[in-house]
């Protein structure tokens, strides 16, 4: 049988607010295309159908859509599971309606395995597919102890023990296949995949993940990329780049051949659909910039973008700038007095407002996500009220702790 591993979709994920529905929509014609020229047999999509627990009605029509036109009526199989930011109710309210066109969507952890049938080949597959098993949806808490390590390998041992019993299933003349929706340690990661965690506690091992299968595919980290070296444990990557830390990364599906007993050979394939992001530096100014734009330059892409500037940026500047290039998302000026420590990495902390150090811990702890406007309000509430209560060495405190979330 011929399997297609993808994973992040994310679909209703913006960018600073401008959608990116019309590509996830082009990402899925694109994915129809190569499943129907590659004539796919199985799609495995590893979790992160959605952006959100509560993704909008958009969202859900595209993901509907996309299972029915890969199923094709019931042609191909396909096997979802939730990720981190999916709602696992919402991912398998569908079941029963789906699995009369072959697609198997699972939203909690389980100890059955997926069974799938291919006609064409007369083969089975089994998938040991484990969705993202944080401890609620494990049904576990986590241990007392607050030994980073101890948790660790607490998490990281419950995992391989339901792996394990899930890889119980497999034969010797099954196709037989892990997949899971979980941070491999040793993994990549960018800026917009990793949850907030405890330490590393969320992390897992890959001896947890190695339970016999032929191929684990996996998914949460957006880089396409083999794990520890093991060229039949890997990431498929986001099917677009979803923040500018991915600036400059090819996206992918996987593809192979799966026969009982054979070692599989998985190879990329590159995707097109996605517009993409970009970093710009212009320290000739706005003059520079304005050649970048007259010139075409990533006419298509969305712009993260550093300009120098020894006079103050306007609001004309800006929107002058938006009207010649609607992908520009970030305008940053540099200023003489900043350009110095810009280049060195940024400002330092002592420089740095409450709001910007709570925006760069955040970011750090979940990988690189944004926080919304409500949560930076709260956090700004919070600070408030402690200011009112707590003296200026729990400051110092709290400054520090933030100074270490960003070293991690």
């Not at 595209?62 to 979802?80: P, Q, T």
């Not at 880089?223 to 500018?244: H, I, K, N, T, W």
């Not at 929107?319 to 350009?339: C, D, F, K, M, W």
């Amino acid at each position: 049988m011929r399997i297609l591993h993808t994973a992040d979709w994310h679909f209703g994920r913006s960018l600073e607010g401008r959608s990116r529905l019309q590509e996830q929509e082009a990402f899925v014609d694109e994915l129809v295309t190569i499943v129907k020229d590659e004539a796919i047999d199985l799609v495995l999509l590893a979790g992160d159908v959605y952006d959100s627990v509560n993704p909008p009605a958009a969202a859900e029509q595209l993901f509907y859509e996309a299972m029915s036109r890969l199923s094709d009526g019931g042609k191909r199989s396909i096997a979802v599971i939730a990720g981190n930011h999916d709602h696992p109710e919402r991912v398998s309210a569908s079941a029963p309606l789906a699995a009369r066109s072959r697609i198997h969507l699972i939203g909690m952890p389980t100890d059955e395995p997926i069974m799938v049938d291919v006609a064409r080949t007369g083969e089975r597959a089994v998938i040991a597919g484990l969705p993202y098993p944080s401890e609620s949806r494990l049904r576990e808490l986590l241990s007392e102890a607050t030994d980073e390590t101890l948790l660790r390998s607490a998490y990281s041992e419950r995992v391989g023990r339901l792996m394990q019993r899930l890889g119980g299933f497999f034969r010797e003349d099954t196709v037989n296949l892990a997949m899971s929706h979980i941070y491999v340690l040793g993994g990549l990661e960018t800026d917009s995949e990793r949850p907030i965690q405890i330490g590393g506690a969320y992390t897992v091992d890959p001896s947890a993940l190695r339970v016999g299968a032929q191929y684990v595919a996996l998914g949460h980290l957006h880089r396409p990329q083999r794990v520890d070296g093991d060229e039949r444990m890997r990431y498929s990557g986001s099917p677009l780049a979803y923040s500018f830390s991915e600036a400059g990364q090819a996206k992918s599906v996987i593809v192979f051949d799966a026969e009982p007993g054979k070692l599989i050979e998985p190879r990329e394939l590159l995707l097109s659909s996605g517009r993409p992001l970009v970093r710009w530096t212009a320290k000739g100014g706005l003059t520079e910039v304005y050649g970048w734009l007259e010139e075409g330059r990533d006419a298509r892409s969305w712009i993260d973008l550093d300009v120098y500037m020894t006079e103050s940026m306007t609001l004309q500047h800006i929107q002058q700038l938006r009207r010649q290039h609607e992908g520009l998302v970030h305008i940053r000026p540099i200023y003489p007095e900043t350009a110095e420590t810009a280049e060195a990495g940024g400002l330092s902390r002592e420089q740095l407002p409450a709001e910007e150090l709570f925006r760069r811990f955040f970011s750090r702890q979940t990988g690189g996500a944004e926080p919304d406007a409500d949560t930076v309000q709260l956090f700004l509430e919070l600070i408030a009220e402690d200011d009112e209560s707590a003296s200026s060495q729990d400051t110092d405190i709290a400054n520090e702790r933030l100074e270490g979330g960003e070293g991690q």
